[in-house]
């Protein structure tokens, strides 16, 4: 399968760990995004990157988020010092310019459950 | 700043009969539409997408929706449901110019489809 892929699918954490999640996109999608879904809720942009480059992270919803793609391929999404709030569906797209606007590519997400 | 409202939060048919799925937005500028799907422990899936060419789209699996410039809407339609329609769709709105395609979802329409 040459879709998008995220590791783990779940994790259940306690409170004050930190955890991190990976996505591997695409391998033609030079974009990346993250994006974040509560239950009952769409999902919300979080940030995004062009290559290695991250170019919107104004979104990430607190400085215990933050987000890496070293090498323009593969990314991470590290929360620290988790919350029972942060608990979540954390999906992770990816596009390329050639694509019409909007058209991304979702991952089957990575599912967090802080107790 | 630009937002989406789908009407209703559940939806449910009859298989065979016709679906309606309602979808209003607000945008500054001249807005990209889509609608996305997501079955069960699935990604999300483009359905169809609206970019300022023909105001009526169609879409896969025989979705189509109706870009109403004057009414803001983007309803999402289908003329015959079928069992494997029950998901849950998002309608979507992306700035045209919107680098690296920031999405904004709506809060979801669970359609279920009874036999």
């Known amino acids: 399968d040459t879709g998008v892929s995220q590791d783990p699918r779940h994790k259940i954490t306690k409170r004050g760990q930190n955890v991190t999640f990976r996505c591997d996109p695409i391998?033609?999608?030079?974009?990346l995004y993250w994006y974040r879904q509560t239950l009952g809720q769409g999902p919300e942009f979080l940030t995004y990157f062009q290559n290695e480059a991250q170019l919107e992270k104004s979104r990430l919803l607190s400085d215990r988020f933050s987000a890496e793609r070293p090498k323009g391929s593969f990314s991470t999404l590290e929360i620290q010092r988790t919350e029972q709030g942060d608990s979540a569906m954390y999906l992770c797209?990816?596009?390329?310019?050639?694509?019409?606007?909007?058209?991304?590519?979702f991952g089957e997400g990575s599912r967090l459950t802080v107790l | 700043a630009q937002s989406v409202t789908q009407l209703d939060s559940h939806v449910s048919v009859s298989e065979g009969t016709p679906v309606l799925l309602r979808c209003n937005y607000s945008s500054s500028y001249s807005p990209s539409l889509f609608w996305y799907v997501q079955h069960p422990n699935k990604g999300l899936q483009l359905l169809l997408k609206y970019t300022s060419a023909a105001t009526l789209v169609k879409g896969i699996n025989g979705f189509e929706a109706e870009f109403k410039k004057s009414e803001t809407s983007f309803h999402l339609t289908k003329p015959s449901a079928h069992m494997s329609d029950a998901a849950e769709y998002f309608c979507v709105v992306s700035l045209g110019n919107n680098a690296g395609n920031m999405l904004t979802f709506g809060g979801g329409t669970r359609l279920m489809v009874k036999p």
């Open positions: 391998s033609e999608h030079n974009r």
């Open positions: 797209a990816s596009s390329n310019p050639g694509l019409p606007t909007g058209e991304l590519f």
